[in-house]
């Protein structure tokens, strides 16, 4: 299947891996052959896709340098011939007062402002995915029933949400102004929410928080968006967009889009997220099958412990049975461990040891890899040298299947830390081994 007009149709930015990859899933779900791409491609070339999705590794770099990779993936994605703009970031807004979301939806708002009228003056952010509990009423975000600053982000060890109002979060990430479209104009329908933004535009709002509590919900917003050149949200409001492009005859129905081909090899498991969701995924797993834990302080004291947790896998590899290789601790371990190395030097230690052990396993025949964490995420496939993933199909919500297009063949999970049922490895690795076709 090819679009009529023979270019991709829509061209996204992702702040992390695995929100791209969580974005990806969801347009292909809506009959979009997606490809995401490893960074901002060195090439034009034209690329074969309904849609593309640059993933960035942005989220918690300093505003200045987020916006310059956010930029040079808009002028790649305008080389594709994309006609709209998606500025994905985390259902739970994940950002710090100075940035990032803000200043990025500045920069890219200005930048598309002289193809559009009205670009410049207005867009939504819309973090909201039902399917995962994350829901806004009122501007406020939920996750599940409880409040964001209630539901462990306020513990984030980088980017610790304690304000769940995300018009207020917002506002102080810019100098646009910010408004709000409430749930009670959402349900309206597309033509209320229309009349809204014109509403908020009259009033010099150039980015609006929109409410959404449902699937129902984002249909809406993505359809009152059709004529929109930049969106931003988490991936629920990309539900949809695949409809507005088959609505106006660019987009044809296809059953095809989440087709991968198999892949051949060992498998294993990477976890570096310290969220409540992997946390639990770790403790299921390690009931019953073979785990190794790396500890931050060993390896800052210059321990072995990317030969030692090799040494540990290669054990169950001989015998072809999966292994998890985690550094997923309590808010308590992660706080002590911070204290000692700092924020940012832990961070980046946890990522650049499970990121070596990658290259490892698979020189050891490791071809499947699931991975947990989007810094993790990041981590691994720059590790791995992956370029370009083709998008399959989903595993648990925001979370599909993907294989690589490189010269080596790789099929990979990767998991946003907060996603994912409780058996998520099991179930991945059971995608990836059969059922990514």
């Known amino acids: 299947m090819t679009t009529s007009h023979g270019r991709a149709l829509l061209g996204c930015i992702a702040d992390d891996f695995t929100g791209a990859t969580d974005l990806a899933n969801m347009l292909v779900r809506g009959g979009m052959r997606t490809v995401q791409t490893i960074g901002v491609p060195a090439s034009n070339d034209a690329v074969e896709a309904d849609a593309l999705v640059v993933a960035l590794k942005s989220r918690t770099i300093p505003a200045a340098d987020a916006i310059a990779q956010s930029l040079a993936a808009l002028d790649w994605l305008r080389a594709q011939g994309c006609r709209q703009f998606f500025f994905k970031y985390c259902s739970t807004f994940d950002s710090t007062d100075t940035g990032n979301i803000g200043p990025v939806t500045d920069a890219l708002l200005d930048a598309l402002s002289s193809e559009v009228a009205g670009a410049r003056v207005f867009t939504i952010a819309c973090p909201a995915f039902p399917e995962n509990g994350r829901t806004i009423y009122r501007g406020y975000l939920f996750v599940a029933d409880t409040l964001l600053n209630e539901s462990g982000m306020e513990n984030h060890p980088l980017t610790p949400m304690r304000d769940a109002n995300l018009v207020r979060v917002l506002q102080r990430q810019t100098g646009s102004k910010v408004g709000l479209v409430r749930y009670d104009t959402v349900a309206k329908g597309v033509s209320a929410v229309r009349e809204s933004f014109d509403a908020l535009r009259g009033v010099g709002v150039r980015m609006a928080i929109t409410d959404a509590v449902s699937d129902a919900d984002l249909y809406v917003l993505g359809e009152a968006c059709a004529d929109f050149t930049l969106i931003t949200g988490g991936s629920g409001v ?59 302080l060993a390896a800052a004291r210059g321990d072995p412990v990317v030969e030692q947790a090799l040494a540990f896998a290669q054990q169950y590899l001989d015998k072809r049975e999966a292994v998890l290789i985690y550094t997923t601790a309590t808010p308590d371990e992660v706080k002590a461990v911070q204290r000692e190395l700092g924020v940012n030097e832990a961070g980046h230690l946890v990522e650049s040891t499970l990121a070596s052990i990658a290259r490892g396993l698979r020189e050891r025949g490791v071809r499947k890899f699931v991975v947990a964490g989007g810094e993790t995420s990041g981590a691994v496939v720059q590790a791995l040298d992956v370029r370009t993933l083709r998008i399959g199909v989903q595993i648990d919500p925001g979370v599909p299947a993907t294989a690589t297009t490189d010269a080596e063949p790789l099929a990979l999970a990767l998991k946003s830390g907060n996603f994912g049922a409780i058996d998520f490895f099991e179930k991945a690795l059971r995608h990836l081994d059969g059922a990514a076709q």
């Open 238 to 296: 990309a539900l949809g967009l695949p409809g507005n492009f088959r609505r106006a005859g660019l987009l044809a129905e296809s059953n095809d889009a989440a087709q991968l081909p198999r892949i051949e090899g060992l498998s294993a498991v990477l976890a570096g997220s310290a969220s409540k969701a992997t946390h639990a995924q770790v403790a299921a797993w390690r009931e019953t099958r073979p785990a190794f834990r790396i500890d931050p």
